[in-house]
Nanobody
């Protein structure tokens, strides 16, 4: 049973844009902080962006971005569609990686992970 399903990766020129989508099962989406990790070739997986669940608290919808993507990437969630998005603008070759949707944000096998989607930035 697929619980996190990603889409939207591909090949783009430097300076271009892509939007990644991740559809989650309702039970996962409605109770977890969500995020996007990436793993460049030969490097460890890293957290790129995250957005809080937070319920009805002021914490709900709070976001985090890695320094390397601040001002270029935007994470958002559509609660009606159980979907998390990662809008990526001004893409650079160093953004090339497999991008993984995540629910739980511990970065371990205890989280829910998508299957990964390849993003390649190249001229």
């Amino acid at each position: 049973q697929v619980q996190l399903a990603e889409s939207g990766g591909g090949l783009v020129h430097p300076g271009g844009s892509l939007r990644l989508s991740c559809v989650a099962s309702g039970s996962i989406f409605s109770s977890n902080d969500m995020g996007w990790y990436r793993q460049p070739p030969g490097k460890p997986r890293e957290l790129v962006a995250a957005i809080a669940f937070g319920g009805s608290t002021n914490y709900a919808g709070s976001t985090y971005y890695a320094d390397s993507v601040k001002g270029r990437f935007t994470i958002s969630r559509d609660n009606a569609k159980n979907t998390v998005y990662l809008q990526m603008n001004s893409l650079k070759p160093e953004d090339t990686a497999v991008y993984y949707c995540n629910a739980g944000l511990t970065g371990t096998i205890d989280d829910y992970w998508g299957q990964g989607t390849q993003v390649t930035v190249s001229s």
